[in-house]
């Protein structure tokens, strides 16, 4: 049951760091914005952009993509918590979407500064107890219904996943060689791109 351990620590740094991103949107909100007769575009949308983000990111986590299955063709048994945790991302899913509603109508009332803050709590309180309930059930039901062998290859799988993202992340980032392009002079040539890390 080692690597079953090493794959959960895993996921649980990834609920971990989704988590500090949730608390920072909500300080933000709750000590900024909630104190506000009105809200610019730029802050509105700084914040629903940030959500939208983090809602992505849950859909792209290790545990979707590798516990999740393994755990569907395992046993049947977490089959209403799965639903039910899915239910929580909806939830946030219908929050953000008020919040992007309110935006586009303007925030520009104290009564639609505390509703864009309401949907903005409800989202981040929707995730966060998904992300609680995940490691305080999700986890102990993989733990007993998902085989040796399987915990394995998802720990396998991961490796190779975070390899490829690394590599990826790596060619993204780097500057393509300074040459001229074919059939272009040389003197009309573009400076080299200087990226920021």
């Not at 760091?17 to 933000?28: I, T």
């Amino acid at each position: 049951m080692l690597t079953a351990t090493y794959t959960l620590v895993a996921l649980s740094v990834e609920q971990t760091n989704m988590r500090v991103s949730l608390h920072a949107v909500q300080q933000l909100v709750q000590k900024s914005y909630a104190r506000q007769t009105a809200l610019t575009v730029g802050q509105a949308e700084y914040v629903c952009d940030t959500l939208r983000g983090l809602y992505e990111s849950c859909q792209r986590r290790k545990l979707d993509r590798f516990l999740l299955p393994a755990l569907r063709r395992a046993s049947a048994n977490a089959d209403s918590l799965v639903a039910e945790l899915d239910g929580l991302s909806r939830e946030a899913v219908e929050s953000l979407a008020t919040a992007n509603e309110l935006l586009r109508g303007g925030i520009d009332s104290e009564e639609r500064v505390d509703a864009f803050c309401t949907a903005v709590e409800r989202f981040c309180a929707a995730l966060t107890l998904r992300f609680e309930r995940e490691e305080l059930e999700l986890f102990p039901v993989a733990r007993m219904a998902i085989a040796g062998e399987t915990w394995f290859a998802m720990a396998h799988q991961m490796l190779a996943h975070d390899a490829y993202r690394e590599e990826h992340r790596v060619h993204l980032v780097t500057p393509p060689a300074s040459r001229p392009a074919r059939g272009e002079p040389a003197h009309r040539q573009a400076p080299p791109v200087s990226y920021m890390h």
